[in-house]
């Protein structure tokens, strides 16, 4: 292994945390959900710690039955939708990277292309798009469906969607504006190409009205965990977050990703695989494991109960809490997210947990790692040096505390060991990850409009 390799970092930012009671217990102002001041400070703190990526989740829609379940764990229930939280960020900050949701379930091609283009120019190049194809029914009774799609279909369709949106990142050639005030001409219209695309899904014939952004393109992000969604992150992603739990099935992960690269005329450097990272950081492991034990023990039965429902896609409301969970109400197979699936599956069979301890357990595709300093850093070292995984996507499970205890201890710890970086080394996202900026189809072509 190279001994420059240097691990990436991003933020999974939401409000107060990802821990169901971390609204209740985090270290910083509750009414911080919709305070652009808060999540200002957020993305400073990550910079400061020099972080790759600045990203937020999304689903475009709230929930609409379990309330009162739900409103013990407010997630997406008060939230902003990314581009707009990112845009405003995007003068708050100046090197981190700005990564947000969309589906392409519920957008047109053609509003998303247009949408990062212009992130990508109002942060001076920092903007990534995460595709995903949504994983909850909530959403599509927004958009005219009762249920979603299948999945098969939904990636189907993703596919298309990011073909679009690249060609549609191209549609302008780097130099197409020209400014030539002495001929009063402003863009040369032998440099910007209309698309011509009549697909299964969309019907797009024409340009984007923004010109190529100083990326080339935005950052492509992916998460699938099916072999879809595997698949169109092999073609199309440059970042792709990982959800296993174990060194082990993360490298196994890290090997098949890659490996499928290469059909697509991809190398395996084009792609950062970024493994979710759940740290809690304290001046011993005993409080570190102290505090987590509070914080689970802080799950609300209701909101236990949902969160189950939710990745096992079944309801188990039904069954006593502290008995095995019978094997027959498992579902067949998964619609939604299936590594989240599979990891509940495997915690029923192999531990035969209860539902209380399933909740308890249960780490929604996280490594969660309790300690100190170094115990954190001792397990991204082990990650990161067996190529299990690129770097990390963080998932504190209180915000800001976490970020800024990490930052502050476990950060100059991974430089002391040479495993991150001691500063930005360039100005665009693609700079920090290494990857490089993408030629125009057309540029490489050499195809006039
Ligand atoms: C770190 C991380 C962030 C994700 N963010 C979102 C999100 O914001 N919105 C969403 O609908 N799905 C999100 N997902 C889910 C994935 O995009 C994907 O839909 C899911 O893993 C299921 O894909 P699969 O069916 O190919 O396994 C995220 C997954 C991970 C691991």
Redesign the pocket.
Known sequence: MAASRKMAL?L?AQANGLHPAGWITAGGPTDCAMDIGYYAKLAQTAERGKFDLF?????PAARTDKLNAWSRHPQYMNCFE?ISLLTALSGHTSKIGLG??A?TSFYEPYNIARLYAGLDHLSHGRAAW???????NY?ARNFGLDALPS?GD??ARAKEFVEIVRALWDTYDDDAIIYDKANGVYFDPTKIHALNHDGRFFKVHGSLNICRGPQGQPVII?????????E?AAETAEVV???DDEPAAAKAYYDDLKGRMEKFGRQPDQMKI?S?FAPLVADSRWEAEDKYRTLQEMIHPDVGLVRIASDLETDVSDLPLDEPIPLDRIPKS?N?????FEQIVSLIKEQKLTVRQLWQRYER??KRVLGTADDVADVMEEWFSAQACDGF?M?FPTLPDGLETFVDKVVPELQRRGLYRQDYEGVTLRDHLGLARPASRYAASGEAA
């Open positions: 991003a999974l990203f937020v989740a999304d689903t990314p947000g949701t589906s995460n595709v995903v194809t949504s994983g909850n959403a999945h939904r990636y992916q998460a699938g965990a099916s072999s879809a969604g595997k169109l977050f990982n959800s970024l979710g998964a939604l997210h299936t590594r989240y595709g996280n996507m998932v």
